[in-house]
């Protein structure tokens, strides 16, 4: 079974955002990257099926330069090898479309992607990918075995969870639960070692439109002052809260 596992470059969530040139750009200054959460759910789950099952896993990555640092943490966590499309990552359609010329090149069985990325939280990829290479597709996954040709998926719904059959190739939409962060995996020393022996190729892009574009990006106000009531003086909370903070 041929795995891989798409792999999204994005900022810690304790960095500082900030944007330039009149909030139309991302300023990636002082910015720590890292492997998406949701893709590295998919990566841990994909590494099992590569111990388990005898799979190979090849990770993949839309992106600069900038990005190899993350698809060697990949390497080292255990994929067989790595590709960079060698293209700014401007929306999810040209994004889903690079990914699916390496998905009809490499013959996968299986696609691994997070069902979002937590930079943009677009959530378009996925499904995009599974249309664009006639696969089938199943999002929001919390559980997948696969038996030959078979795959037998778990998805989060509303409420609960539902089981499905279904046949390779299939593209996933991972997220927590599909492993748990206690499953997770720190590159140990010979992992990083052996990283900087595996294959990085890099590929040019295929021609794509961009269908979207980000006009400005907003941060939220910032919170308003704290205002600490005795538990003794309910009156004074009652009244705030019916004049000021109108909830009551």
């Not at 998406?36 to 789950?45: A, Q, S």
């Not at 998905?103 to 069902?115: E, P």
């Not at 559980?143 to 998926?153: F, K, P, R, V």
């Not at 006009?215 to 003794?232: C, H, N, R, Y």
Request: glycine residues 8%.
């Amino acid at each position: 079974m041929k795995i891989l596992v798409c792999i999204s470059h994005v900022p810690d969530t304790t960095s500082k955002i900030n944007f330039t040139e009149n909030d139309t750009k991302f300023d990636t200054n002082g910015v720590q990257f890292v492997i998406n959460p949701n893709d590295e759910f998919g990566l841990t789950r994909a590494i099992w099926f590569k111990e388990k099952q005898g799979a190979s896993v090849t990770v993949v990555n839309v992106g600069g330069t900038e990005t190899e640092p993350t698809l060697r943490k990949a390497l080292a966590i255990g994929a067989d090898e790595a590709i960079r499309v060698n293209a700014e990552p401007t929306d999810g359609f040209f994004v889903a479309k690079q990914l699916a010329k390496v998905v009809q090149d490499g013959g996968y069985d299986l696609i691994i992607a997070g069902r979002e990325s937590i930079d943009y939280n677009g959530g378009m990829v996925p499904g995009m990918l599974a249309t664009l290479t006639n696969a089938n597709f199943v999002n929001t996954c919390i559980g997948l075995e696969i038996d030959g040709n078979t795959a037998t998926a778990i998805r989060e719904i509303d409420g609960g969870k539902e089981t499905l059959k279904t046949n390779l190739p299939l593209v996933v939409g991972a997220q927590k639960g599909l492993v748990e962060e206690s499953d997770l995996r720190i590159p140990n020393m010979r992992g990083i070692m052996m990283a900087r022996k595996k294959q990085l190729a890099v590929t040019e892009p295929a021609e794509a439109t961009q269908a979207t574009k980000a006009v400005q990006f907003e941060k939220p106000a910032p919170k308003g002052e704290v205002k600490l009531i005795s538990p003794d003086n309910v009156d004074e909370l009652v009244d705030l809260l019916h004049n000021e903070a109108k909830v009551i």
